[in-house]
């Protein structure tokens, strides 16, 4: 169904009338009216907890926000999608990373084919490998153990399960080293071969496509490698693939037996719950493999459930759309409170950018207004050394999440309680700034001379009301991880309803792939006629000269 263009509604013209009679609250007047704010702006579920007190908004926002996202179509998509109708409509593709969640023995047809059985049997072939390796069963092609892993994949295939290994190292086996290789650039091959030894290492070759560029070449390296170090007829022992494209794993020589397939349901960044997930299921065994999924379905199933007002994901999707739409936020920083979680950033800026990073409505008309922020950012407390001076006093006002454990995984004492002062004071000092009378009586009571106070209270003040989200979990365990990552993937959806734009393709890095074979012709090949513009021509040429020396 043709959605009109987002301005053009009821609900966000009620929306855009309410933002012009509230934009003159801060936030610090907002706390100060009401001091319920707390536990009115916040909610829990799937063992996460949500402040969105600190946005300058109240209840009134949330009603008109949420009448937007129904007068938008959230929730019937929202069933469409785990219901598995094909929504991504470029594609004609289910979306179903709900389903890779889901318990055994809830049916689930698409196109005849049972989703929920499909997904068992490939866990069922995870555990019994993964249990194979752990325990020391697999052996290598001389007879030792495994003791590294090198996953070779890019994009989805790479993000998640790093992530997740870097995220969950506490539960890790102490066996198994885990290594990602993505990039095409053989700096990142190379680092990973100098630590590895190829009797005790299994490569998994990580692909949806079989054909992504990068992770070809890096497959075939690896290959190459193994068979100077080790013997041809020790590949089956120390190669596997995922992948949802049979024939391809077979033409590379991976055997077939040792292929963990998954489906084109499935998109790459919402794929780390799927047999991409090996390097976790490997790295921490099957049982926190299976509480990870039990985690996200917890989320899933009060994302399918709780009205919206209440709704973790719709509430994290629509306070982010009301500082994207109306209070001008262009980025969007990720500010996770846990080394553990130092990927984290980096992983959900694949999944909200390249599927909401969009300009096309599902109907094909340009949306009428800007879309995906930009994601960033980087565990705190490293970030306030290096950039948190921007998000206090610069011009911009970006909006960030906090998202913190409140007990930790080690038992060094001290430091989550500094690690936690950090975070809550930080979001404290966005929201509530200094002002420059503050500035100054706080100097003058210093006994600073007031000459020295008039050149420094301009720089010492901070604008404040600058607006942030606190998520909070107990502990980081497998089944928090699991509802995170759960709760940002359904606020991605949410978001991309509320855009009208299909979250699940990504077109937008075609382009680029096409280009970057034909320069890969030129560089490699016999010279060529100069066929682009001057400074891409000048470049392949500097390239080239390069070769020479
Ligand atoms: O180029 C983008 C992309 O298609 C991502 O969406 C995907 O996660 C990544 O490449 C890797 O794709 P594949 O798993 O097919 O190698």
Redesign the pocket.
Known sequence: MRQPALTTTAAYQALAAHHAETRQRTLRDLFAADNQRFSQLSAGAAGLFLDYSKNRLDGATIKLLADLARERGVERLRDAMFAGEKINITEQRAVLHTALRMPRGNALKVDGQDVNADVHAVLDQIRDFTDRVRSGAWLGHTGKPITDVVNI?????DLGPKMVCLALRSYAHPRLKMHFVSNVDGHDMDAALAQVNAETTLFIV????F??AE?MMNAHTARNWFLQHGKEDGLAKHFVAVSTNKEAVGKFGIDTANMFPFWDWVG??YSVWSAIGLPVALSVGFGYFSDFLAGAHELDQHFRTAPLEKNLPALLALVGFWNRQFEGAASLSIAPYHQDLNRFPAYLQQLDM?SNGKRITRSGQPVDTPTCPVVWGECGTNAQHAYFQLLHQGTDMTPIDFIAALRPTHDLEGHHDALLANCFAQSEAFMTGKTELEVRAELAAQGVPGAQIDLLAPHKTFPGNRPSNTILMDVLNPAALGALIALYEHKTFVQGVLWDINSFD?WG?ELG?VLAKAIQAELTGEPQPARHDSSTNGLIEMAKAAQEL
Request: glycine share 22%; charged share 20%.
């Open positions: 994949g890019i994009g989805g295939s990580a692909s949806k496509t054909t992504t992770t790459g960044r390249e990504q890095v792939k």
